[in-house]
């Protein structure tokens, strides 16, 4: 049976993202992940192959594929990479979006042909609003998972370990932390299954929407306000997935909130290094410098490229 690592290496422009020596630091950089700024690509196309297949390779399921309409809510990378699926595979993609986002971002998602509808509402609103939209040839695709809707969760999830598959192959050894930015938690899981035993694993929130340090302190999962802005979009989730915290809850080793300032300046100090990380990948790096986990050897996970200004120099 066909993993989630070969059949990426299946679709058309795979090559393994980079992993980039910076100082103390290793950094794997997804800036361009299928020509596309982020790594969410791995989980929606996964997902996408085992609701609509399964297939052995991306080929072999475009050319078996009916007429349907791909649906998510997004706050902006997973959209985009449905609906960059949704093109090459020749179907139609509707994209709620919460408040707030970039026109850039809506533009990015628009351009790729889908349909895209701006709920005016919080992230998890939309979730809810997409999910309810759903009828007739309409498919599914979200990135996080509660009661009742748990399969494509997981399949994104385990669509996600391609990443650190390549990690395996790039990194000399396992490095004794890894550093991922945290929204509703699917990256965190796919990164706490793949490491258990073998590295920690630190998870870096917005202090404005840090729903699994709010969880892991009261014991259980709560929702926390996402309403004020950050320039952090794509982590601005206020609800873990229902099955990231089990996961989260008895594997994490730690998690911490970093504010738009901090994530700023580390953005600017890897802009520095030419590596073009976005507010959300350069949230890693600020998480490691704030937490100052004793570690010799760290691996910060750059989920998105630069994709605005945000205040910050031009390297």
Same mark, same amino acid.
């Given at each position: 049976?066909?993993?989630?690592?070969?059949?990426?290496?299946?679709?058309?422009?795979?090559?393994?993202?980079?992993?980039?020596?910076?100082?103390?630091?290793?950094?794997? $950089?997804?800036?361009?992940?299928?020509?596309?700024? &982020?790594? @969410?690509?791995?989980? &929606?196309?996964?997902?996408?192959?085992?609701?609509?297949?399964? &297939?052995?390779?991306?080929?072999?399921?475009? %050319?078996?594929?009916?007429?349907?309409?791909?649906?998510?809510?997004?706050?902006?990378?997973?959209?985009?990479?449905? #609906?960059?699926?949704?093109?090459?595979?020749?179907?139609?993609?509707?994209?709620?979006?919460?408040?707030?986002?970039?026109?850039?971002?809506?533009?990015?998602?628009?351009?790729?042909?889908?349909?895209?509808?701006?709920?005016?509402?919080?992230?998890?609103?939309?979730?809810?609003?997409?999910?309810?939209?759903? $009828?007739?040839?309409?498919?599914?695709?979200?990135?996080?998972?509660?009661? *009742?809707?748990?399969?494509?969760?997981?399949?994104?999830?385990?669509?996600?370990?391609?990443?650190?598959?390549?990690?395996?192959?790039?990194?000399?050894?396992?490095?004794?932390?890894?550093?991922?930015?945290?929204?509703?938690?699917?990256?965190?899981?796919?990164?706490?299954?793949?490491?258990?035993?073998?590295?920690?694993?630190?998870?870096?929130?917005?202090?404005?929407?840090?729903?699994?340090?709010?969880?892991? @302190?009261?014991?259980?999962?709560?929702?926390?306000?996402?309403?004020? !802005?950050?320039?952090?979009?794509?982590?601005?989730? *206020?609800?873990?997935?229902?099955?990231?915290? !089990?996961?989260?809850? %008895?594997?994490?080793?730690?998690?911490?909130?970093?504010?738009?300032?901090?994530?700023?300046?580390?953005?600017?100090?890897?802009?520095?290094?030419?590596? !073009?990380?976005?507010?959300?990948?350069?949230?890693?790096? #600020? *998480?490691?410098?704030?937490?100052?986990?004793?570690?010799?050897?760290?691996?910060?996970?750059?989920?998105?490229?630069?994709?605005?200004?945000?205040?910050?120099?031009?390297?």
């Amino acid at each position: 049976m066909v993993d989630s690592l070969e059949f990426h290496r299946s679709m058309p422009g795979y090559a393994p993202t980079p992993l980039i020596e910076f100082g103390n630091y290793w950094v794997k $950089d997804e800036s361009n992940r299928f020509g596309l700024p &982020a790594f @969410k690509i791995l989980g &929606a196309s996964w997902a996408v192959n085992q609701v609509l297949g399964p &297939a052995p390779t991306f080929a072999e399921l475009a %050319d078996t594929v009916n007429a349907v309409t791909l649906v998510t809510a997004t706050d902006g990378n997973h959209g985009r990479a449905l #609906a960059y699926l949704a093109r090459t595979l020749g179907v139609t993609a509707r994209i709620y979006v919460p408040a707030g986002l970039a026109e850039s971002t809506l533009q990015t998602i628009c351009d790729e042909g889908a349909t895209v509808i701006d709920t005016g509402r919080s992230y998890d609103d939309a979730v809810q609003l997409a999910a309810d939209s759903t $009828d007739g040839d309409d498919v599914l695709i979200q990135d996080t998972a509660w009661p *009742g809707y748990e399969d494509v969760p997981r399949w994104i999830v385990a669509g996600y370990d391609t990443l650190f598959s390549e990690i395996d192959d790039q990194y000399p050894g396992v490095p004794d932390l890894v550093v991922v930015p945290t929204g509703v938690g699917s990256l965190l899981q796919a990164a706490l299954e793949h490491y258990r035993g073998r590295a920690k694993v630190l998870a870096v929130e917005p202090t404005t929407a840090a729903c699994v340090g709010a969880s892991l @302190k009261a014991g259980r999962p709560v929702s926390v306000d996402t309403s004020a !802005p950050t320039i952090m979009a794509g982590l601005n989730c *206020g609800t873990v997935s229902s099955i990231a915290w !089990p996961v989260i809850r %008895d594997h994490l080793d730690a998690a911490v909130a970093v504010t738009d300032d901090q994530a700023r300046a580390a953005m600017e100090l890897l802009h520095t290094h030419n590596i !073009p990380a976005g507010p959300c990948g350069a949230a890693a790096l #600020a *998480g490691a410098r704030l937490a100052a986990i004793p570690a010799t050897s760290v691996v910060l996970i750059s989920t998105e490229g630069r994709h605005g200004d945000y205040g910050i120099h031009a390297p």
